[in-house]
């Protein structure tokens, strides 16, 4: 299983080593646990590895609802929300104008803390995704039946994966509208706490 930082650092892929990041512990009505924003600032800050990408203005993926949806772009926001109790973590991706794009929830095993606090999860391979126009998949299902064949998870850790998938359709897909309305009240929440005066996450003190 592979340990992904919360701050997508450079190691990953996407490259967000150069942006503002935020992590932060938040107790409010209906949520309680870790939550981790990414704000995706002007290409001009970018490490030279992503300039060419951004050019094209946004990252998209294709959805049989929705079309093209931006998943990574200058001006756009990850909230990253990591729910007490769940094994998951809630990735919602935001527009500048702060309207919901899509949403990606990875099945995890746990989370650790990083050398620098930033928190880190164990990925457990099986991922749901969804957008407000009503798209709904389930994805790297055969990942994670070739890593249970493989022996590189146990009939626990596999019957574990499941149940939380189908706890994540449960909860958060049935009424996708729901859903977007509670994930903005925590985005305006973080966002207020911002601009209070939230200092970018350094290090755990």
Not at 83 to 97: E, F, H, L, S
Not at 118 to 130: A, G, M, Q, S
Request: glycine share 6%; proline share 3%.
């Amino acid at each position: 299983m592979k340990r992904k930082r919360l701050d997508r650092d450079i190691k990953t892929g996407w490259g967000f080593e150069a942006h503002p990041y935020y992590q932060m512990r938040v107790d409010i009505e209906d949520f309680h646990g870790l939550v981790c924003l990414i704000k995706l600032t002007d290409e001009r800050k970018l490490p030279r590895l992503l300039k060419r990408i951004f050019r094209k203005k946004y990252i998209c993926w294709n959805m049989p609802k929705a079309g093209k949806v931006p998943v990574c772009g200058g001006g756009m926001t990850w909230l990253q929300m990591i729910p007490d109790g769940k094994q998951r973590v809630i990735t919602a991706k935001y527009m500048p104008d702060n309207s919901l794009s899509l949403c990606y929830i990875d099945v995890i095993e746990n989370i650790e803390y990083d050398t620098d606090g930033v928190v880190i999860f164990v990925d457990k391979y099986l991922d749901v995704v969804f957008t407000p126009q009503g798209d709904m998949e389930i994805c790297d299902r055969d990942e994670l039946d070739e890593a249970f064949q493989s022996g590189e998870l146990s009939q626990e850790q596999y019957e574990s994966a499941l149940k939380e998938c189908d706890s994540i359709v449960d909860e958060l897909c049935s009424d996708i509208n729901k859903t977007e309305i509670f994930y903005g009240k925590i985005l305006a929440y973080v966002n207020d706490r911002i601009e209070k005066g939230e200092k970018q996450f350094k290090q755990k003190q």
